[in-house]
């Protein structure tokens, strides 16, 4: 990974303008360059056959949903109750200690009913704008794609909010961006064009 970061970083500085491919086998493989190449400071598209849940934001909201169904969730819970989740969501959602199964309910009922009154995309909007100060770059383009997944879900999934979390779950990711470099396998290069591989 770190070679391969290297040689497309020389590649990059003595063609400014080229298209840079790295070809791996792997998912797996494709975030290690990734990460390699964002060590060294260089920009590049993460083109793997993700998940959305590959975010902490997303995490986050689905953690939250998932209280909304069963509020004693103690893997839910758990995350959502982090001091600097709890701060980050101050004044959107009333996030208690963790271990009172009574506010526990109570924040169940209050997820629900914000549910109800917004709508699931609004709600979730408000709630990944309050978590902007957490988001990383694969965050916020994981949360506007979840966005854009219940902003065509049916209307329905706001008082049974298992069923998005479902399909949230089982929609894959691509991560493009206007960087230069494409990280991607072999796979999913066929048809494609580059400066230089």
Not at 48 to 68: K, N, Y
């Amino acid at each position: 990974s770190a070679a391969a970061a290297r040689v497309a970083l020389a590649a990059s500085q003595q063609r400014p303008g080229a298209t840079i491919a790295i070809l791996v086998n792997t998912n797996q493989q494709i975030g290690d360059v990734v990460q390699a190449l964002r060590q060294l400071g260089v920009g590049a598209s993460d083109e793997g056959r993700g998940t959305l849940m590959d975010s902490m934001v997303v995490a986050v909201l689905m953690a939250l949903l998932r209280i909304a169904e069963q509020p004693l969730d103690r893997t839910a819970l758990l995350m959502v109750t982090q001091q600097s989740i709890r701060s980050a969501l101050d004044g959107v959602v009333a996030i208690p200690e963790y271990g009172s199964p009574f506010a526990c309910e109570r924040l169940g009922a209050s997820i629900r009913q914000a549910l109800h009154e917004r709508g699931l995309g609004p709600w979730l909007d408000d709630v990944a704008q309050a978590l902007t100060p957490l988001s990383s770059g694969r965050d916020r383009v994981r949360v506007k794609q979840v966005l854009a997944l219940a902003a065509t879900a049916p209307a329905d999934m706001a008082s049974r909010p298992e069923r998005f979390m479902r399909l949230v779950r089982s929609t894959g990711s691509r991560t493009v961006s206007g960087d230069r470099i494409r990280v991607m396998t072999v796979h999913a290069s066929k048809g494609l064009e580059f400066d230089e591989v």
